[in-house]
């Protein structure tokens, strides 16, 4: 087969503002090398693979570097030396001092081939220029590159090793073979070093003049000569191309997500940190880090959807233990680092999903992170979750279904709870089953395998894609009624399950080492007024409010002993006495801040200020009166409890939410239906009575029993 290599194209790549859609050369493969990354990151970074090649027109030829994407290419040997390929997306960088083209996209023409003439490295150099330049004080380099938003390649005047009078040298051109890359791709030095190689003279004259004081000759790179800087504003790169020996970058890029600011604590002090994710109209992805005072210069500025300028930041590896992106490295920003909002650009895509079936989550290992899209066929009611540290989480759990038979728990966190998650509650209640697109779920081995949002995920209800039209159509026809496979189990029975006031003590639940979690329907029969709250601390450790109680000084200050500081101020929190009753039976129960203001629907300090400063005792009495006879959906957590030697189960309510009869209603026709499936209908009257079958469903529709709900 004829093959036709682009004439010149390597000097045309090398020192011309090539743009990479104007201008696709075939070239040949050189050589290939596999290098490794910087170490750093730890873990699974280190030593992260990539491929230098030798790029051949024919005559010249000059280092690339395959972008991570194509290494698959190498690795199958699909390209190898002798290649024939097209540069379809290439750009050039300036890697210590030397011009590298950073190759984005290529096809394969032909995977082997002889070598096609005699290339020598680009540009050449001859034995008198390079003895010239050791007697010349360093030639100023200029950079002349345009800052044009579609040209990523600069122009580079490089050196002129000319200048001066010619010194004779025996005519030795530097021999170049196949596997010859020159001083980049061997020189070990680090940045900022000098190579150790000396010039050799072969003619004795040549040698430098003797110093018979015995004084250190001056280096041949000593500053004897006025010296540019590189003023010129910098190129827009491509995400894929940034790495981290470059100086001078600037990239342009949509943000596609954007996570909560969350605050740490360790052997360094308080600190906090965000993150935010880039998409670029190259496809490449790459995450953002923000700490402490550089938090408070971008954070309000970085919106999801708009497209920004980023310049100036620390490159390094990608942890992948926090890092689900499609990329080697991410980006710290530092107080240099600037961030500059620009017009939106179309050529930017606001999002890229790559949706895996959830039949392929039964072979993905635990923590793995994927896009997936299917149809919710229900959704549990919040909770809320204790964490390590003490703070308290939200959560809520519910059911996706999609074309590949297959039935997933999804858990959606935090925000996502009353923002999307009610949503798609009000959608189910009014009898629609939704399409939900997640970016970024994390796979959990967990009751079978579960998926969950992480601090990146994003939710997209009714989204306007080709494969959620064709989800819908198909749920719509054959889906609803298709047999799924469920990939996970349901929860054990005294996880957060809906238990009766009678069942905490019959089955002793809280009395194991760790609390239980339960769901009552119950009626809040009285709230104590006198001691409905408390004067805490307003401190804040790590990512929550201390919280503790502070005592009043008497000089108008309140001192926290656990923080050991004094304040100015104080917050109000709650710590409601709530008695709550079912038909079979009641309980006294704690409730504090959060739950607190889902009862009553006040602030603290506003009840507080009402009674004691403003003393308006009737309002006060009106707002607590409101809240009796009331049914609400509590969420307990039921605990042991041991004081003066005197164990007691004490139960604390994490969230109340009053009672949707319609959405209650639907609870007991899925349970009835889920009964009679696994019992013989004509035996429930026989062995437990119709009366005994209803009481059970009573703790449903609270004091009324289940006729109350369904008549």
């Given at each position: 087969?004829?093959?036709?290599l682009?004439?010149?194209s390597?000097?045309?790549?090398?020192?011309?503002?090539?743009?990479?859609?104007?201008?696709?050369?075939?070239?040949?493969v050189?050589?290939?090398?596999?290098?490794?990354?910087p170490?750093?990151?730890?873990g699974?970074?280190?030593?992260?693979?990539?491929?230098?090649?030798?790029?051949?027109?024919?005559?010249?030829?000059?280092?690339g570097?395959?972008?991570?994407?194509?290494n698959?290419?190498?690795?199958?040997?699909?390209?190898?030396?002798?290649?024939?390929?097209?540069l379809?997306?290439f750009?050039?960088n300036m890697?210590?001092?030397?011009?590298?083209?950073?190759i984005?996209?290529?096809?394969?023409?032909?995977?082997d081939?002889?070598?096609i003439?005699?290339?020598?490295?680009y540009?050449?150099?001859?034995a008198e220029?390079?003895?010239?330049?050791?007697?010349q004080?360093?030639?100023?380099?200029?950079?002349?590159?345009?800052?044009t938003?579609?040209s990523?390649?600069?122009?580079?005047t490089?050196?002129?090793?000319?200048?001066?009078p010619?010194?004779?040298?025996p005519?030795?051109q530097?021999?170049?073979?196949?596997?010859?890359?020159g001083?980049?791709?061997?020189?070990?030095?680090?940045p900022?070093?000098h190579n150790?190689?000396?010039p050799?003279f072969?003619?004795?004259h040549?040698?430098?003049p003797?110093?018979?004081?015995?004084q250190?000759?001056p280096?041949?790179?000593?500053?004897?000569g006025?010296?540019?800087?590189?003023e010129a504003?910098?190129?827009?790169l491509?995400i894929?191309?940034?790495?981290?020996?470059?100086g001078?970058?600037?990239i342009?890029?949509?943000?596609?997500?954007?996570?909560?600011?969350r605050?740490?604590n360790?052997?360094?002090?308080?600190g906090?940190?965000f993150?935010f994710?880039?998409?670029?109209?190259?496809?490449?992805?790459?995450?953002?880090?923000?700490?402490?005072?550089?938090?408070?210069?971008?954070y309000?500025?970085?919106?999801?959807?708009?497209?920004?300028?980023?310049?100036r930041?620390s490159?390094?590896?990608?942890?992948?233990?926090?890092?689900?992106?499609k990329?080697?490295?991410e980006?710290?920003?530092d107080?240099t680092?600037?961030?500059?909002a620009c017009?939106d650009d179309?050529?930017?895509?606001?999002?890229?999903?790559?949706?895996?079936?959830?039949?392929?989550i039964?072979?993905?290992d635990?923590?793995?992170v994927?896009?997936?899209?299917?149809?919710?066929?229900s959704?549990?009611?919040?909770?809320?979750?204790?964490?390590?540290?003490?703070?308290?989480?939200?959560?809520?759990?519910l059911k996706?279904?999609?074309?590949?038979?297959?039935?997933?728990?999804?858990?959606i966190?935090?925000?996502?709870?009353?923002?999307?998650?009610?949503?798609?509650?009000?959608?189910?209640?009014?009898?629609?089953?939704?399409?939900?697109?997640?970016?970024?779920?994390?796979?959990?081995?967990?009751?079978?395998?579960?998926?969950?949002?992480i601090h990146?995920?994003q939710?997209l209800?009714?989204?306007?894609?080709?494969?959620?039209?064709?989800l819908?159509e198909?749920?719509?026809?054959?889906?609803?009624?298709?047999?799924?496979?469920?990939?996970?189990?349901?929860?054990?029975?005294?996880t957060?399950s809906?238990?009766?006031i009678?069942?905490?003590?019959?089955?002793?639940?809280?009395?194991?080492?760790?609390?239980?979690?339960?769901?009552?329907?119950?009626?809040?029969?009285?709230?104590?007024?006198?001691t409905?709250?408390?004067?805490?601390?307003?401190?804040?450790?790590?990512?929550?409010?201390?919280?503790?109680?502070?005592v009043?000084?008497?000089?108008g200050?309140?001192?926290c002993?656990?923080?050991d500081?004094t304040?100015?101020?104080c917050?109000?929190?709650?710590?409601?006495?709530v008695?709550?009753?079912?038909?079979?039976g009641?309980?006294?129960?704690?409730?504090?801040?959060?739950?607190?203001?889902?009862?009553?629907?006040?602030?603290?300090?506003?009840?507080?200020?009402?009674?004691?400063e403003?003393q308006?005792?009737?309002r006060?009495?009106?707002?607590?009166?409101?809240?009796?006879?009331?049914?609400?959906?509590?969420?307990?957590?039921?605990?042991?409890?041991?004081y003066?030697?005197?164990?007691?189960?004490?139960s604390?309510i994490?969230?109340?939410?009053?009672?949707?009869?319609?959405?209650?209603?639907?609870n007991l026709?899925?349970?009835?239906e889920?009964t009679?499936?696994?019992?013989?209908?004509?035996?429930?009257?026989q062995?437990?009575?119709?009366?005994?079958?209803?009481?059970?469903?009573?703790?449903y529709?609270g004091?009324?029993g289940m006729f109350?709900v369904?008549?």
């Amino acid at each position: 087969m004829s093959i036709n290599l682009t004439q010149g194209s390597i000097p045309q790549i090398s020192n011309t503002d090539t743009k990479s859609n104007e201008f696709k050369p075939i070239v040949q493969v050189y050589d290939v090398r596999l290098v490794q990354s910087p170490a750093g990151g730890g873990g699974e970074n280190n030593n992260k693979e990539r491929y230098r090649v030798l790029l051949s027109d024919g005559v010249w030829h000059q280092q690339g570097m395959l972008a991570t994407q194509q290494n698959e290419l190498v690795r199958n040997n699909q390209l190898r030396k002798g290649s024939i390929v097209l540069l379809t997306d290439f750009v050039c960088n300036m890697i210590r001092d030397r011009v590298i083209i950073i190759i984005i996209n290529l096809n394969v023409v032909l995977s082997d081939h002889d070598i096609i003439g005699d290339p020598k490295p680009y540009p050449p150099k001859s034995a008198e220029s390079m003895q010239s330049s050791l007697n010349q004080p360093p030639a100023t380099v200029t950079d002349t590159r345009n800052s044009t938003e579609g040209s990523f390649v600069g122009s580079v005047t490089r050196p002129n090793f000319n200048v001066g009078p010619p010194v004779q040298a025996p005519q030795h051109q530097p021999s170049v073979g196949p596997n010859s890359y020159g001083n980049s791709f061997n020189n070990t030095s680090g940045p900022g070093q000098h190579n150790s190689t000396r010039p050799t003279f072969l003619n004795p004259h040549q040698q430098p003049p003797a110093n018979n004081r015995m004084q250190p000759i001056p280096p041949m790179y000593s500053n004897r000569g006025p010296m540019a800087k590189n003023e010129a504003p910098p190129k827009i790169l491509p995400i894929v191309a940034l790495n981290p020996y470059q100086g001078r970058w600037t990239i342009k890029a949509r943000v596609t997500a954007k996570g909560e600011l969350r605050r740490y604590n360790n052997a360094k002090g308080d600190g906090k940190v965000f993150s935010f994710d880039l998409l670029d109209a190259h496809g490449g992805e790459i995450k953002v880090t923000c700490f402490n005072a550089v938090v408070d210069n971008f954070y309000d500025l970085i919106e999801v959807g708009k497209v920004y300028y980023v310049s100036r930041g620390s490159i390094k590896p990608a942890l992948k233990a926090f890092n689900h992106l499609k990329n080697d490295y991410e980006i710290t920003l530092d107080q240099t680092s600037t961030v500059q909002a620009c017009d939106d650009d179309t050529s930017i895509p606001g999002q890229q999903f790559s949706f895996r079936n959830l039949s392929d989550i039964e072979g993905m290992d635990n923590n793995a992170v994927l896009d997936v899209i299917g149809i919710v066929t229900s959704i549990e009611p919040t909770t809320s979750i204790t964490k390590k540290t003490g703070g308290e989480v939200l959560k809520r759990v519910l059911k996706i279904k999609d074309m590949s038979g297959r039935i997933i728990m999804l858990t959606i966190w935090g925000n996502f709870c009353n923002a999307e998650g009610q949503t798609l509650q009000n959608m189910l209640d009014s009898g629609e089953f939704p399409v939900l697109a997640v970016k970024c779920a994390k796979v959990n081995e967990f009751n079978g395998k579960t998926i969950g949002t992480i601090h990146s995920s994003q939710l997209l209800i009714q989204p306007d894609f080709p494969e959620a039209r064709k989800l819908k159509e198909w749920f719509d026809t054959v889906g609803k009624d298709a047999p799924s496979v469920s990939l996970s189990r349901e929860f054990a029975p005294q996880t957060n399950s809906i238990k009766t006031i009678s069942q905490i003590k019959d089955e002793k639940l809280g009395t194991s080492e760790k609390p239980d979690w339960i769901t009552v329907n119950a009626t809040i029969w009285h709230v104590k007024p006198d001691t409905f709250c408390y004067t805490a601390c307003p401190n804040t450790v790590g990512d929550r409010k201390c919280g503790k109680k502070v005592v009043n000084d008497g000089d108008g200050k309140w001192r926290c002993d656990k923080c050991d500081q004094t304040f100015d101020e104080c917050e109000y929190r709650y710590m409601l006495q709530v008695h709550i009753q079912d038909h079979t039976g009641m309980i006294w129960s704690t409730a504090f801040q959060e739950a607190g203001e889902e009862i009553l629907n006040h602030s603290a300090k506003d009840l507080y200020f009402m009674k004691y400063e403003d003393q308006d005792e009737d309002r006060f009495a009106e707002i607590f009166r409101n809240v009796y006879f009331n049914e609400y959906s509590l969420t307990l957590k039921v605990k042991e409890e041991t004081y003066n030697d005197i164990p007691s189960v004490k139960s604390t309510i994490s969230k109340a939410e009053k009672i949707k009869f319609s959405t209650n209603t639907k609870n007991l026709l899925r349970l009835l239906e889920k009964t009679t499936k696994t019992e013989n209908p004509s035996l429930i009257s026989q062995n437990t009575g119709l009366g005994q079958q209803v009481g059970t469903m009573g703790q449903y529709g609270g004091s009324g029993g289940m006729f109350n709900v369904l008549c």
